[in-house]
């Protein structure tokens, strides 16, 4: 015994001599420390551990071991990561286990990370703390989201998927609403690029009542590119050369990023080439250099050029180039009265309806060419200082005036088509270039014809005669009637005034009636000639004998009388009637002669002869 007291006598001074230089107990007071000892704990292998030792012990115990059977938020550290969850120390006697789907947030999640848990499980049934993380934010969340809203502070959220208007972001564990218009300063084409991506936001608003967040991610960057603009909105001067991105494009212009400042380039600045679109041109997100043509006073509104940065097309058009040159060229762009054509890059002629065709009746430009059609054409003007090219096509071919007289002489006959009505008459077209007009008076011998339309249509043909040329005014005179004989003059004999014909009232007409004699005509007669002999008049449809009592070829105008047949015969009888009496009194009664022989011998009885 008193070897093995010796032994750890030693043994203690030995290990107080190696922890502390102070003398032990045993040292100080061995009989003491041999009453005191407690050889059974020494026999068992149980060392004897101080009350203060205890008591530091359940001090660091108290400090660093959680109590896992408190619902409370606590801290741990990553330990461990696997394919599928990360190990989580949080100083409890056994580790625990959270899914890696609960920090999809966060794609950086490394060993030694601090994290917040909350005990879902004490134990499963390996013996492990089944924490959650996503529990654990969502307790912390509304605190952490107020925070940040107040204080502007940037955090870190994970996009989860699009949503109508934008996407849903995972906020420290909360669903937050992040509005297309927010995500960055320039429009968003392609939404589904920013799913299942971690972004930094700013939280911009909170509804408290339906616990509703809204972040944004271009707030973030705003700042930045006010800064930006600020800096090269002070620099901008005319003709400035910058480069810029196309942000957007519409049909009237390309809107061009300049690095937080937007510019329009007209779709007129964007090609010295007429284009239909600006997509013709540029597309979007490209890069191009662009030229500062103008600007407003506070430089919000910035008007850029592209076509400018190259030579004018007509400063590079050859000197020999000259008037009564062929040329050939796309047509571009078609008005009513031509069409324009280019005949090289942005260089551009008119081609007036005019100088289309030989034809002196205008039509529209649609009818002779179409956009994108390939024509030549003869240039008549050149005007370099103005830019401005007048060109023709119908020079192409030889004008028909030239031998006018050859092919259409006084007195001969052609067919034509009607192409146009005045109120005065006719435009027949006999070839391409070469019209002519009837007047309406030569349409026809016997009609009365108000307009042109109540004798033909257009596109109609029709014979005509030549009857006057006008070779330097380029007119040419025709006549429909004169195809034929007129037949007047053989009316002036058959309806000559005095001749009787039968024929029936057609109509009856203010101050008097009309019938027609013929397809060609038709003879008035005058109320108080439409008398019949018992004093009755004739009516509409009434067969009757008339006679002409005016017949004028040169007015086409014919008056016929019924009256007259009648009146005529009675006159005549009154006239015989009066001739007869009066020769009978000349028998029956003495003359004057008689008279007078009477009185003579009277006289000469009484004179005694």
């Not at 966060?106 to 013996?127: H, M, Q, S």
Request: glycine fraction near 6%; charged fraction near 30%.
């Amino acid at each position: 015994m008193a070897e093995k007291a010796n032994q750890a006598e030693v043994e203690a001074t030995e290990a107080q001599s190696v922890e502390a230089p102070k003398v032990s107990e045993a040292q100080a007071n061995p009989e003491k420390f041999l009453a005191d000892f407690n050889w059974h704990n020494y026999q068992e292998g149980i060392d004897e551990v101080e009350d203060s030792q205890l008591k530091e012990f359940e001090k660091l115990v108290a400090e660093n071991f959680v109590d896992t059977l408190n619902d409370e938020v606590v801290e741990g550290t990553v330990v461990h990561i696997s394919d599928r969850d990360a190990i989580i120390d949080i100083n409890a006697k056994s580790e625990g286990v959270i899914s890696l789907n609960e920090f999809r947030y966060n794609p950086n999640l490394a060993v030694g990370d601090k994290v917040e848990v909350l005990i879902d499980v004490r134990e499963d049934a390996t013996g492990q703390l089944v924490l959650s993380h996503r529990k654990a934010r969502v307790i912390k969340a509304w605190d952490r989201v107020n925070n940040a809203h107040d204080t502007g502070e940037i955090v870190n959220g994970f996009v989860k998927c699009r949503t109508k208007g934008g996407m849903i972001v995972d906020v420290f564990g909360i669903e937050a609403f992040l509005p297309g218009s927010q995500i960055d300063v320039k429009p968003i084409r392609d939404y589904d690029q920013y799913v299942n991506k971690t972004m930094e936001f700013k939280v911009v608003k909170i509804n408290h009542e339906f616990k509703n967040v809204v972040v944004s991610h271009k707030a973030l960057i705003e700042a930045d590119i006010e800064e930006q603009k600020k800096e090269i909105i002070g620099q901008l001067e005319k003709g400035q050369v910058l480069e810029g991105v196309v942000k957007n494009i519409t049909s009237y212009g390309v809107f061009i990023d300049l690095g937080g400042v937007d510019g329009l380039i007209h779709i007129t600045d964007l090609s010295w080439s007429r284009i239909n679109h600006p997509n013709e041109i540029v597309e979007l997100d490209q890069k191009l250099n662009v030229v500062i043509l103008d600007f407003d006073e506070d430089k919000s509104r910035i008007q850029l050029g592209l076509k400018q940065l190259s030579k004018h097309p007509w400063d590079a058009l050859g000197e020999e180039v000259k008037v009564g040159d062929k040329v050939k060229g796309k047509v571009v762009v078609i008005a009513d009265y031509g069409a324009f054509i280019e005949v090289a890059e942005g260089v551009e002629g008119l081609v007036h309806v005019s100088e289309m065709s030989w034809s002196t009746h205008l039509r529209s430009a649609q009818d002779f060419v179409s956009v994108g059609d390939e024509v030549e054409a003869v240039i008549l003007t050149l005007d370099r200082e103005e830019r401005k090219m007048s060109l023709g096509i119908k020079q192409l071919t030889p004008d028909p005036w030239t031998d006018i007289t050859t092919k259409y002489p006084l007195s001969s006959k052609h067919t034509g088509i009607v192409r146009n009505f005045t109120n005065f008459g006719v435009f027949v077209e006999l070839e391409e270039g070469i019209d002519g007009l009837i007047y309406i008076s030569d349409l026809s011998w016997t009609k009365k014809i108000k307009h042109p339309s109540e004798f033909c249509a257009v596109g109609d043909k029709l014979e005509v005669v030549v009857l006057e040329l006008d070779v330097e005014g380029r007119k040419l005179s025709l006549g429909h009637k004169q195809t034929t004989a007129n037949p007047w003059d053989k009316y002036e004999t058959e309806f000559a005034v005095g001749t009787v014909h039968t024929a029936a009232i057609a109509d009856v007409v203010d101050k008097g009636a009309t019938i027609d004699f013929n397809e060609d005509i038709v003879a008035f007669v005058p109320s108080r000639h439409l008398e019949k002999e018992d004093g009755s008049k004739l009516g509409k449809g009434d067969s009757a004998e008339f006679k002409i009592i005016e017949f004028n070829k040169e007015f086409k105008r014919v008056v016929a009388s019924h009256t007259a047949i009648f009146k005529e015969e009675e006159i005549a009888n009154v006239k015989a009637a009066v001739k007869k009496q009066t020769a009978a009194a000349a028998e029956a009664k003495p003359t004057l002669g008689d008279a007078n022989d009477a009185l003579q011998a009277l006289k000469d009885k009484m004179e005694g002869k």
